[in-house]
């Protein structure tokens, strides 16, 4: 088991990004919520990992903080959530507006979600109620991230062709290419010429999930 990551930040190509450690460039699939919290290229990141072994991959995924790690690992435990459609949830959604969502029963929301359906959502609301409780998240103020939120982006440096990366990111998360086109095209036109691949991330998720 590979618990935790320590190393230069080599590649961030959303939503996937690689760790120097050693000498050794590891693979790290991560949430948007842990892309908007990560340094530029060339500095060194610590992240919370969690390991997946499967007959024809071995897939790593990266997260900013234990907390999302301890949602990740709570929402795969769910019946029909894959690692896959967790990274999705908990990059279109924060911590915070998942609980409400699981709270309230809110399925309208949870089925803007790529992946969720009506049946998944119902059963997500159902399972993760005492879950939540019991990762002490129902009242909990930490990770508000979201793709609504999340630090300065001006820090981040912009990269070569950044509508095309976001819109990449989009499918991988498992937005259709249409919907995803269309979201970043609004997002560019919103934010300007000069706006990051994270930053038009961002402004997309929250028209396509707020």
């Known amino acids: ?3 935790r990551l320590k190393g ?23 949430s948007m919520n842990t892309f908007y919290r ?23 995924y990266g997260f900013y903080d234990r907390e999302e790690r301890s949602l990740f690992r709570t929402l795969i435990k769910a019946n029909g959530v894959g690692p896959k459609l967790a990274i999705t949830i ?12 699981v ?10 979600l790529p992946g969720v359906g009506k049946k998944t959502a119902e059963r997500l609301i159902v399972e993760m109620k005492d879950k939540i409780k019991a990762l002490g998240l129902e009242s909990s103020d930490e990770f508000q991230l ?17 509508r095309a990366e976001a819109e ?10 249409v919907q995803a086109t269309k979201s970043i095209e609004q997002a ?3 934010l300007g010429a000069g706006a990051s691949c994270e930053e038009l991330i961002r402004v997309a998720l929250r028209s396509m999930v707020g």
């Not at 230069?8 to 790290?28: C, R, S, T």
């Not at 001006?154 to 950044?162: I, Q």
Request: charged share 20%.
């Open 90 to 101: 908990l990059s279109g959604i924060s911590t915070s507006e998942f609980v409400r969502c």
């Open 8 to 30: 230069e930040l080599l590649e961030k190509l959303p939503p996937q990004l690689v760790i120097d450690v050693n000498g050794v460039g590891y693979e790290v699939e991560a």
């Open 146 to 162: 979201s793709a609504a939120d999340g630090p300065d982006m001006a820090s981040f440096e912009p990269v070569s062709d950044s």
């Open 38 to 60: 990560l340094p530029e290229t060339g500095k060194q990141v610590t992240l919370f990992t969690h390991f997946v072994v499967r007959e024809d991959a071995q897939l790593l």
């Open 188 to 190: 560019h036109k919103s």
């Open 168 to 177: 990449s990111a989009l499918v991988a998360l498992g937005y259709k290419p």
């Open 1 to 3: 088991m590979i618990g």
């Open 103 to 112: 709270n309230d029963g809110d399925t309208a929301s949870l089925v803007k």
